[in-house]
């Protein structure tokens, strides 16, 4: 699987955790374009530095968790 895919599964994961899947919720939030968010959800494009550290930031989570796939996360915490 490449990185933007699992990036993109990763932060479809955290959306659906933290705002029951409610896309436009976590772009007000973050704050991010709701089309660049899609994009991102998509696995057509990469965030810019600050937006990615924003994104860290708002769901509380090392940038490592964007970019393995989060069971490894999980069975590691367990």
């Known amino acids: 699987m ?3 895919d699992i990036f993109g599964s990763n932060l479809r994961e955290m959306i659906d955790r933290k705002h029951g899947g409610n896309v436009s919720a976590a772009a ?3 704050p ?3 089309t ?3 994009r991102y959800l998509e696995r057509q494009s990469w965030p810019r530095p600050d937006v990615l550290e924003r994104i860290c930031t ?3 989570v090392d ?3 964007l ?3 989060l069971k490894d996360f999980e069975k590691e915490g367990a």
């Open 58 to 60: 708002h769901f509380g």
């Open 63 to 65: 940038g490592r968790v």
């Open 36 to 38: 660049q968010l899609n």
């Open 67 to 69: 970019l393995q796939p």
């Open 2 to 4: 490449r990185t933007l």
């Open 28 to 30: 007000r939030e973050l």
């Open 32 to 34: 991010v374009n709701r």
